[in-house]
């Protein structure tokens, strides 16, 4: 039997439950089902809808206060005053495209670009992540002239025909391109016995490039989440990525940052999540925060890499780099630059990680407690010594979370990592509730 | 020599230029260029720059008024207030994604089909009309089995890596996929002497069909945008339809309306480009007007076409059905049903393409002026009875358009079609200055 995408979710709502759901959501899951088929997830055995948001905190119609410590497309917060304000204005003074000159187009282009180590210096603008990926993929083959691509094992990259060929957390229903090779993540646990986690990296890296040199696709691209988030999370692990570029350069592909989850500050240590290796990426793509919401993505290239591309193939989104999104993306930054964003999150990070770290050092269903910056993991076993990923014991901590009013997911090919990578707009109050109410679950459900 | 993208645009800038340009301008294409790089094309051999819009016009920095009767996006006008509020207010209330409850979600999808034929029922959202289109044909071949494409000999679909597979529009430098065949537009001129277009269209897509087979692809689906904009413009044929697609349906294929131009009322005869033929497509994308310029496209499915793929792959798209993306689609259609838009836009396109047309009938330099509701195409050649695509003549019409501050582009493969695309908000003011300044440049240069 295949695993499909939605197996991959570690607490769903069942359309098979609707019975048991209040009269009023019952209509509007009855209504989803209609007309938006059966493709469309809901988060939660007990779905969830809210009318308000503010900061880190979701509202729904009875005014309940739920703290959102999963989503992080509202990065300064949902409904963030200053975003709000700038891109109103800019909706009702102008929003053209990019084939016509502007000035906020160029400016922010030049602010983001401020935020990249200096190689990475062309950028081009998207509407979602998959583009941005699926950009940075034709841009990679036709720079390279080569065509396989190096992903992890349960690597995400997004939804196009192409980026989801390169996404194996899809599951088998949606199929891998026969380019494509997959290799650990940087899981220390993966690391064969009396081995380093470079070596294995490494080794993993020049695997793949000589079966795709073997199959004739040769190696366009390494493409790597540096959060490694679908893999189960793993930012924190150093000192390996340098050589599997050095490998993936001498075998003539380049090295494609997908930063649309570590990026802008989740991870902390720097900017972005391949800060802390010293490796300067040849493309980098970033989406989801860029925008606090409102749709903005972009792939940022090395000008060697870009240039054949630009000239002989050109590419124009529509939306991509259109007044309004721009508008939003510049807001972001004045947010990030006003409120210190980066520090704050790297401190409140580092304070959450510590407090969850603290409550579940002694769990026997605990096996790590790992994460950077605003990215907190929490790998649940049935027991510490053998490891083997408790996906129902998850579960039950998500769903005791929620029933807490707090929002947060699990990760990984087990779905059994907890995965929780709230707003950057959390705050201590948010991390003291979080803690809170995490204790009086694990005292339930992981002792 | 291959054909490049840019080079199928009519007037645009030429960086070698820059001397040329005035001041403020220079300098910002000059840090444009070397921010975004060269893939960024500016219209106009003179470049533009605006700072307001409204309805159909859009200003200068020094207050002029220049009209717009090019840009599709802003279809109820530019920063039209009803949309502007409603965006306003969602963008300061909530924004979440599809996996929390919502009820504006599930209204607007509603009216969404309601608009369409019955068996379209299911929609998914997304972002551009390329994510829209990427996921139509992954869904036509996991439904189909086949991974053949026939798509039109200039067709132009979009710009992920799948969807530019299809768009031969976009020159040599982005190579077709194996899979896809390409036939006529339904250009009467393409039809053999003695022909008729029905038989013509039909013996176009049986061949592709055969040949696709031929080749083991087999046929997952006919694409056509009913428009057939990049390909010079033929939204008024008809009776040609049916039998292609009853044709692609019995080779086992489904036929996907690429709706992103054709569709919201541009083409009058009713709201979708589709509609005058009575044919009701298995599979209808749509995109650019969708949300007046939020990023914000959609796919409509017969449910059994799209049940497999819903269940076994899922699609969860970031921005796609998010609380403010959805906004501007519901205010859109409300704006829409409040002025009438499809009525006035039929109204002042018969007007706009009749007074075209007695302006330009005994020019010896226009082959035909032709198009449906609000969009106009006047073909111009060397001479009426050769019938030679006049491209350097096309751009001094546009260029002597832009002079008197009307915006206009052209299409066709000769890149000698006019293509007169306003927003839906253009009246009939609008519809005398553009005949006036029409007649004036008709004066200079195509007599």
Chains 1, 2 share one sequence.
Request: glycine fraction near 10%.
């Amino acid at each position: 039997m295949a695993t499909l995408a939605a197996e991959r979710y570690p607490s769903r709502f069942d359309p098979s439950r609707l019975d048991e759901v209040e009269p009023a959501m019952r209509a509007n899951i009855e209504r989803r089902l209609d007309v938006l088929g059966p493709g469309y997830l809901l988060i939660y055995n007990d779905p969830v809808a809210f009318v308000r948001g503010r900061g880190a905190h979701l509202f729904d119609a009875d005014g309940r206060d739920y703290l959102d410590a999963y989503n992080n497309v509202p990065v300064v917060g949902h409904c963030h005053p200053h975003v709000v304000e700038a891109v109103s204005r800019q909706l009702a003074t102008l929003n053209t495209n990019t084939r016509y000159a502007q000035e906020g187009l160029v400016d922010y282009a030049e602010r983001l670009v401020a935020l990249l180590p200096e190689p990475l210096q062309r950028v081009t603008f998207a509407c979602s992540g998959s583009e941005a990926n699926d950009l940075a993929l034709r841009v990679a083959r036709h720079h390279t002239g080569h065509e396989g691509v190096i992903v992890n094992r349960y690597a995400y990259h997004g939804i196009t025909r192409e980026v989801a060929g390169i996404s194996p957390a899809l599951g088998e229903g949606s199929p891998l391109g026969a380019n494509v090779r997959v290799i650990d993540p940087p899981d220390p646990t993966l690391v064969p016995a009396g081995g380093d986690l470079a070596s294995h990296m490494l080794d993993e890296t020049w695997r793949a490039i000589h079966d795709l040199r073997r199959h004739g696709f040769g190696t366009a691209a390494l493409v790597l989440d540096l959060s490694f988030m679908s893999d189960g999370i793993f930012p924190e692990q150093d000192g390996y990525l340098q050589g599997m570029v050095d490998e993936v350069h001498a075998a003539g592909g380049v090295f494609i940052a997908d930063e649309v989850q570590a990026g802008f500050a989740r991870v902390g240590a720097g900017f972005w999540g391949f800060a802390r290796h010293g490796v300067v990426p040849d493309i980098v793509t970033m989406g989801k925060p860029m925008g606090n919401g409102i749709p903005l993505s972009a792939a940022v290239f090395r000008p060697e890499v870009a240039r054949d591309f630009g000239e002989q193939v050109r590419y124009f989104n529509t939306f991509g780099g259109s007044s309004v999104p721009i508008a939003a993306g510049a807001a972001v930054l004045d947010v990030f630059e006003q409120e210190r964003v980066p520090e704050r999150a790297e401190r409140v990070g580092a304070r959450l990680r510590a407090g969850i770290g603290a409550l579940l050092a002694d769990s026997p269903h605990v096996a790590d407690v790992r994460g950077s910056g605003l990215l907190a993991a929490v790998e649940i076993v049935e027991d510490r010594d053998g490891r083997a990923p408790d996906r129902a014991r998850t579960t039950r901590v998500i769903d005791g979370m929620r029933e807490q009013r707090i929002l947060i997911s699990a990760a990984g090919p087990g779905v059994n990592v907890l995965k929780i990578r709230p707003p950057l707009a959390f705050d201590d109050a948010d991390t003291d509730r979080f803690l809170e109410s995490l204790e009086g679950v694990a005292r339930r459900e992981l002792r």
